[in-house]
T-cell receptor, first 114, second 112 residues
Framework: ETGVTQSPTHLIKTRGQQVTLRCSSQ?????VSWYQQALGQGPQFIFQ???????GRGNFPPRFSGLQFPNYSSELNVNALELDDSALYLC?????????????FGPGTRLTVL | SQKIEQNSEALNIQEGKTATLTCNYT??????LQWYRQDPGRGPVFLLL?????KEKRKERLKVTFDTTLKQSLFHITASQPADSATYLC???????????FGKGTTLSVSS
């Protein structure tokens, strides 16, 4: 186990709704990254937070937003859900941004959009 | 943009044999490359990191090679066991140093 936790484990929403996913990073890690993994694909980078600021963003629309809190935990918010947003959402924590560190992944949140 | 490809979607081998997985990348010269294991419904778990100045790295039954001329990494599992059955992902850090770029993964099945 990596020490990274995510909640909830599973979630079912309908198109147009909004969702918030949560992540607690491994103790001592100040950087959190979020990834989306569709079935049969590798994880795709959404964005990264370092010391409560967004520090890099992948090719995702603005309806994907996030927050990092002073204790380094993080939230991923998705507005106006679409069917294609159905995926496993992974949170990964690491020691520092811009440094060559290993990322430690949580178990993920499985989101289904109907 | 950086691209990373894992040539085989699935690999089936018999217990005791060596599994060899391939990862190729283009448009980029990463300082290092990583390999992860992912079990169904779980997050990826870090296995090995190999740097551009390292030709080979080993950890127990795992061996990774990194050829920066061919832009390729090979991942070997020797004396494979059914418990090694999983999806294996290769990943490299993007140029900004903020994100891992993953391949699609290769699903390994080891039969007894």
């Amino acid at each position: 186990e990596t020490g990274v936790t995510q909640s909830p484990t599973h979630l079912i929403k309908t198109r147009g709704q909004q969702v918030t996913l949560r992540c607690s990073s491994q103790s001592g890690h100040n950087t959190v990254s979020w990834y989306q993994q569709a079935l049969g694909q590798g994880p795709q980078f959404i964005f990264q937070y370092y010391r409560e600021e967004e520090n890099g963003r992948g090719n995702f629309p603005p309806r994907f937003s996030g927050l990092q809190f002073p204790n380094y935990s993080s939230e991923l918010n998705v507005n106006a859900l679409e069917l294609d947003d159905s995926a496993l959402y992974l949170c990964a924590s690491s020691l520092a941004s811009g440094d060559r560190d290993t990322q430690y992944f949580g178990p993920g949140t499985r989101l289904t959009v109907l | 943009s950086q691209k990373i490809e894992q040539n085989s979607e699935a690999l089936n081998i018999q217990e005791g044999k060596t599994a060899t997985l391939t990862c190729n990348y283009t448009n980029y010269s990463p300082a290092y490359l990583q390999w992860y294991r992912q079990d169904p419904g779980r997050g990826p778990v870090f296995l090995l990191l190999i740097r551009e100045n390292e030709k080979e790295k080993r950890k127990e039954r795992l061996k990774v090679t990194f050829d920066t001329t061919l832009k390729q990494s090979l991942f070997h599992i020797t004396a494979s066991q059914p418990a090694d059955s999983a999806t294996y992902l290769c990943a490299l850090l993007n140029q900004a140093g903020t994100a891992l770029i993953f391949g699609k993964g290769t699903t390994l099945s080891v039969s007894s």
